[in-house]
């Protein structure tokens, strides 16, 4: 059965986009990944923080990169890496006496198989390590792991199911424990498509000719919504709104399952599109808002935990991506 689009079999249990990694998989068609290199940065404005007069920017950057490194008609084996670079203008002190650290990073890489069962149907697993901190990979307090495993199969052309069961110690909620999930994708149409599962879902719906809608959540730590208009050819003006969180695990916190969060929301336009066939880019500007850092074991526990807030500020930034090979 062929399948001209993606669908998610994966639940992205990291609301850190940084840390999040596209696992969609083009079903039916296993052995046809491409490289894909994905390079992001942006800028927020210089604002005071917590009242103080003192300002601070922040200014990040990323990369990624996943390759099939080896691959036939139903197998294929991958190797994803990932590189993060956050920034401050200055170090702001936390409400506990500590202080957030005016650089951390987040770096990793991961492995991932594939296997086409039949028509329709296929198992997969992922694991991924790496370092989320400011001193990247000087203890195992600053690691990261995580993995999960699959399996998916197509009850017709429109319908595909997706179980799995995923662990991780970096969620913004119940780390180190192994958690089932399911995925339902229904394709409608061409012009609709809706993934929703246990804790997320997502919707891609062109509902005029130049016009169309996509939604993304995983409730309630991550929402991400944009509605698009097609200018020239395969061009598009957006407007976006976005609430997300970033996690760190700061070298010299005094509890091991704290984590330091960077919570955030914004509003912006955009404009992307292709630049040649393999080579695309997306430009955004917007404000950033409801900005602050708190250490806390869960996203759940921030009302409780002392915070550094940031006053709202002008950003812009730009995604480079890029895919070669079959």
Known sequence: MKIAMRIFVMICLVA???QALDFSLPMGQVGSRKTRVLYRGSFQGNEHYSGRTEKTSVYQQGLGLVIPVAKTAKDTWTLSLRGQRFAL????????????PDR????????GYAHQIKTGRFWGMNADYGSASDHPFTS???NTMGATTMYGWSKSAQEHWTLLVNYSNNRPFLNNIPLPGFAYTYIASPNFRITAGAPFALVAWKFAPLWS?????IAPWTVRTAIGYQVA???????AGEFDQQMFLRRDRAVRKERLFYDEKKLSIGFKGPVTRELGFDFNAGYAFA?????AEQYRDRRKA???RLDSAWFAGLSVSMSFGE
Do not use: C
């Not at 951390?104 to 492995?111: E, I, K, L, R």
């Not at 050819?233 to 957006?238: A, D, E, N, T, V």
């Open 140 to 142: 195992t307090r600053v």
């Open 233 to 239: 050819g395969f061009y598009q003006l957006y407007g």
């Open 16 to 18: 850190s986009s940084a």
């Open 213 to 217: 809608l996509d939604f993304f959540t």
């Open 306 to 308: 002392p915070r550094t």
């Open 291 to 295: 900005r602050s850092f708190f250490e």
């Open 89 to 100: 203008s200055g170090a702001a002190p936390l409400a506990v006496a500590s202080m957030i």
């Open 104 to 111: 951390m990073y987040n770096v990793g890489m991961g492995v």
